[in-house]
């Protein structure tokens, strides 16, 4: 079964993601931009993998060297996928795509290849609308998601895009304020903001 994952790596998904620009390393895919962002495909094996049974994921990633530099930390030539600041399995992109692929002896490998390309093609399709940092900071401020909070408060107040902070704020606290743990995000906001000279009623 490990031999079928490897054959479908190297015969199907390697010259596809090469035709979008993709390169690969391990089982890593990557692209870089001229707008110092790097996209990537990870395919990550199940720990729980046997002779019989292989199971992996598709792990989804864009690393940004903006908000890197918001984060204070090293901007990165290779990151890791866990190091992106975008991450998704490709499942939560692509509702047709399972987040789990498996290969049994009764699997077709045919149709796993099928539905793995059309998935990436998709995600790809999804990554030409992420152009930026402020493209990853919007994606996470529409959900409203906690991931990457912080950043996204610094990226909005750098850019002096005080409406969408303050809307992102509102936001926030409606999904998350009734949670103990609301105080300590309110807290950090409310020191973003001061950084910047920016007043906000949290009423």
């Given amino acids: 079964m490990q031999q079928l994952f490897t054959n479908m790596i ?29 996209y990537m495909f ?22 940004a060297a903006e908000l890197a530099q918001i984060q204070s930390r090293e901007i990165l030539t290779a990151p890791q996928e866990a190091e992106c600041h975008f991450r998704a399995r490709i499942g939560e992109i692509v509702e047709s795509v399972p987040d789990r692929f498996s290969i049994t002896r ?3 490998m ?35 998601f906690l991931h990457l ?16 902070a303050k809307h992102y704020w509102k ?12 105080t300590i995000f309110e807290n950090k906001y409310t020191a973003i903001f001061n950084k910047y000279g920016v007043e906000f009623d949290k009423r």
């Fill in 149 to 164: 909070s912080e950043e996204s408060f610094h990226l909005l107040l750098q850019s002096n895009d005080v409406v969408a």
């Fill in 106 to 108: 009764d699997t077709n």
């Fill in 171 to 182: 936001a926030l606290q409606e999904k998350y304020g009734t949670e103990k743990r609301w």
């Fill in 42 to 63: 990870n395919f990550q094996k199940s720990a729980g993998n046997a002779a019989d049974h292989v199971m992996f994921y598709v792990n989804c990633g864009i690393y």
């Fill in 110 to 144: 045919e149709d796993v290849s099928k539905t793995l390309l059309s998935g990436l093609e998709e995600v790809i399709h999804f990554y030409d609308t992420m152009t930026s940092a402020r493209s990853i900071v919007d994606y996470y401020t529409t959900g409203p």
């Fill in 10 to 38: 190297k015969q199907d998904v390697k010259p596809f993601l090469s035709n979008h620009g993709f390169a690969k390393k391990n089982l890593n895919f990557t692209k870089r931009t001229e707008n110092s962002l790097i």
